[in-house]
């Protein structure tokens, strides 16, 4: 609701928080590669699934198929050394970067770790 009304800069980065769910970071790069429309849809998708399911491949190849994207494409690419070498790289940005919990926002130079009510993001934006 925020980034609609403010149009502020917005940055998404899958953050892994469990060594189980790594393998994302190849989806999310082909999902958004193939379609950055339907990326957001099938990231919406993925934070509505119960978190226990994420770390099921076939799962997130369910939601992709359901979603309309390409599932040849898709595999071909999550298998790539492209989309390795870009998540490997996206990955030690992230931890160069210093980010160590979800969401990890930043606004105006400060930053919030943690979901925050819609009010605190707010707040931050006005000040």
């Not at 925020?2 to 989806?27: A, D, I, M, Q, R």
């Not at 993925?46 to 799962?59: A, G, M, P, T």
């Amino acid at each position: 609701n925020l980034l609609s009304k403010y149009h502020s800069n917005f940055t998404f980065v899958h953050f892994p928080v469990k060594t189980e769910t790594t393998y994302l970071s190849n989806y999310d790069y082909c999902a958004y590669k193939e379609s950055p429309d339907k990326y957001w849809q099938y990231q919406s998708s993925l934070f509505n699934l119960d978190k226990n399911l994420l770390i099921q491949e076939s799962v997130i190849l369910g939601v992709l198929k359901e979603l309309g994207f390409n599932m040849d494409t898709i595999k071909k690419c999550v298998a790539s050394d492209e989309a390795k070498v870009a998540s490997a790289k996206r990955l030690t940005e992230i931890s160069n970067v210093g980010i160590y919990g979800t969401p990890t926002i930043w606004i105006n130079g400060q930053v919030f770790v943690g979901p925050k009510p819609e009010r605190v993001y707010r707040w931050a934006l006005y000040k």
